[in-house]
């Protein structure tokens, strides 16, 4: 079973800390893609960078990098200068057989 | 283009009541999922299609039934809801072609309480 897991259930941080979110991934697939999604305090999802396992570039897209480390299924999210409208829950999830599995997600709190 | 969208947005039912919540997508997309979103447990597969006619169990099927009879509705359905069943639903879609690995295209969610 493909499983993600997000040990970090809640962060708090202040405005303009950088700070990085884990997520450690199983999957007995050869190839497999990785999403990160945001849930804003508005209840929707909100896509954010998709990875495919051949790729093990790191990327960064503004403030946002991801870290991807296929040796230890880790998939971490940095958010830089973080901001008050980062405030949201953060899921990680792996894609096995068209469909998502997703981890339990980590909740931040960027104060001002 | 509306994408997907989910009626209704919130519902509040006694135990017992039924009720169906109706996910649609005009994208032309093969395959719909159902997730119950929980606090500390992320989103859950309820049940899938891969396509019109089709459905597919996933990781938390009990006390739900589905039906795709048209390619762009998928049917979620609570016969005799519990208070287990509150929750937040969500509705996703995906290219037949491309699959989920180019990602889902999720609705709003349905805030469901039972009472």
């Known amino acids: 079973a493909q499983k993600v897991t997000q040990a970090q259930t809640e962060i708090s941080v202040v405005e303009k800390e950088d700070v990085t979110l884990d997520c450690v991934y199983e999957?007995?697939?050869?190839?497999?893609?990785l999403f990160w999604y945001k849930q804003p305090p508005s209840g929707e999802l909100v896509f954010l960078i998709r990875?495919?396992?051949?790729?093990?570039q790191n990327e960064i897209s503004g403030r946002y990098s991801w870290n991807f480390q296929k040796s230890t299924s880790s998939f971490n999210f940095t958010i830089t200068a973080s901001q008050v409208v980062d405030s949201a829950v953060y899921f990680c999830?792996?894609?096995?057989?068209?469909?998502?599995?997703f981890g339990s997600g980590t909740k931040l709190n960027v104060k001002p | 283009n509306a994408g997907v969208t989910q009626t209704p947005k919130f519902r509040v039912l006694k135990t017992g009541q039924s009720m169906t919540l109706l996910c649609a997508q005009d994208?032309?997309?093969?395959?719909m999922y159902w997730y119950r979103q929980d606090p500390g447990m992320g989103l859950r597969l309820i049940h899938y299609?891969?396509?019109?006619?089709?459905?597919a169990k996933g990781e938390v099927p009990d006390g739900y039934n589905v039906s795709r009879l048209k390619k762009q509705n998928f049917l979620l359905g609570l016969e005799s809801a519990a208070p287990s069943q509150t929750s937040v639903y969500f509705c996703?879609?995906?290219?037949?072609?491309?699959?989920?690995?180019?990602?889902?295209?999720f609705g709003s969610g349905t805030r469901l309480t039972v009472v």
């Open positions: 996703a879609s995906s290219d037949g072609t491309r699959g989920a690995n180019y990602g889902y295209t």
């Open positions: 999957t007995r697939d050869t190839t497999y893609y």
């Open positions: 990875r495919n396992s051949f790729d093990e």
């Open positions: 999830a792996v894609v096995n057989f068209n469909k998502f599995y």
């Open positions: 994208m032309n997309h093969e395959y």
């Open positions: 299609s891969v396509g019109e006619g089709t459905t």
